[in-house]
């Protein structure tokens, strides 16, 4: 860190690196300002206002994602003034929009209580899809903020669902701008941006068209940053609930690049996929073949056991049956026509070490260079 002198945050002095923010400095010491337009690796828009501070000796509060830590600056993240402005906004975005983030008071009974009615009524959209996974749910809890009035009155587009992937929900949309940050400053898509003015602003694609007539390629990443229940992945959409899911982190099949990511899994089922954040090399972030290409996983299709080709048609086999009768085929082959009549071909599906050990049994055991790789599958 640097001598140019320590900020003040709640009482406690913090030192901080040159051009670094309020919440940038709060975050690494542990101290939670809550914010949802707030984008990691974005240009910060201070959108949202949910992260203003008190800083002495200025008039007005002030938007921490956007303001510059300097010396001798004293701030303080939950005033009466600062609580009071959060929940002014946070009433303004529950009542301006079609949010029923209902308060349903802070006992461990009351939430399971809550998650039990909103199972009964999951064919309804009279109840917000993220329902417990949802940011400005969060907040609304936290500072125990109900609106005044529930309405979509003020949003005159209708729901966008003929996407593949991305239902498109903009009566739920707060206008944050974390999808667009995503679309344009992390993924370089530009698929999406602001569009019109008012009242009538939204998030368009292209000239307003639909997301599957854009240039968007469904990479989800502005499903993964949408802090409320206005972009929601069509096949999980009211047929999962976060409560009800386990997540298992692993690594992505579909190639060699190794992107990380959460398996959500319910019943012994993958029923969502979502990038792991906090870990190179992808930092959450994925493509749409790793972010929604999962179904193959439970397909009735996919074989459970070898299969032995005999007059013109596959029966299943053992797996002793199987190498045995690969291992005699090779050997026959290479006794009539030699080695090199015979090719290997990985794939990037598997992992490098597995791809090595092929290119080793190619060279080593069947005496033949011929192995190739399809990165693309």
């Not at 910060?44 to 200025?58: H, L, Q, S, Y």
């Not at 946070?90 to 009542?95: D, K, R």
């Not at 409320?228 to 997540?247: I, S």
Request: glycine residues 6%; charged residues 25%; contains cysteine.
């Amino acid at each position: 860190m640097n001598d140019q002198g320590n900020i003040t945050i709640n009482g406690n002095a913090f030192s901080f690196e040159p051009g670094e923010t309020i919440l940038a400095v709060a975050g690494r010491n542990h101290i939670d300002i809550p914010t949802l337009c707030h984008l990691k690796g974005a240009s910060p828009t201070g959108n949202c206002r949910i992260c203003v501070v008190k800083i002495e000796k200025e008039k007005d509060l002030m938007p921490s994602c956007a303001t510059l830590a300097e010396a001798g600056m004293v701030v303080h993240t939950e005033s009466s003034e600062v609580v009071k402005a959060r929940r002014l906004i946070i009433q303004l975005m529950l009542s301006t929009g079609n949010h029923n983030c209902a308060i349903r008071g802070t006992s461990s009974d009351d939430w399971t209580r809550f998650q039990m009615s909103v199972q009964a009524y999951d064919d309804s959209s009279e109840l917000c899809p993220v329902w417990g996974d949802c940011r400005l749910q969060d907040l609304a809890y936290r500072y125990q903020v109900e609106p005044k009035r529930f309405s979509d009155a003020g949003t005159p587009y209708p729901m966008e669902t003929v996407n593949p992937f991305i239902v498109r929900d903009f009566s739920r949309c707060i206008k944050c701008g974390r999808c667009v940050q995503a679309c344009n400053d992390i993924q370089v898509n530009n698929a999406i941006q602001f569009g019109y003015t008012g009242s009538n602003s939204k998030i368009i694609a292209a000239d307003d068209k639909a997301l599957k007539d854009s240039d968007c390629v469904f990479c989800g990443e502005c499903v993964q940053v949408c802090p409320v229940g206005a972009l929601v992945e069509k096949d999980v959409r009211y047929r999962v609930r976060q409560w009800e899911t386990e997540k298992v982190r692993t690594t992505c099949s579909y190639c060699g690049v190794g992107c990380q990511l959460y398996l959500h899994v319910k019943d012994n089922q993958v029923v969502k996929v979502s990038g792991v954040e906090e870990v190179a090399p992808n930092f959450g972030s994925l493509c749409v073949k790793g972010r929604f290409g999962y179904d193959f996983i439970h397909s009735p299709e996919r074989l459970t056991a070898p299969m032995v080709k005999e007059n013109g048609t596959f029966r299943e086999a053992t797996w002793d049956e199987a190498l045995d009768t690969v291992a005699r085929r090779f050997n026959e082959i290479k006794e009539t026509s030699g080695s090199d009549s015979l090719g290997v071909l990985t794939s990037a599906r598997v992992t490098n070490e597995e791809n090595y050990i092929a290119n080793k049994f190619a060279r080593a055991v069947l005496k033949t260079n011929n192995i190739d790789h399809c990165a693309r599958l």
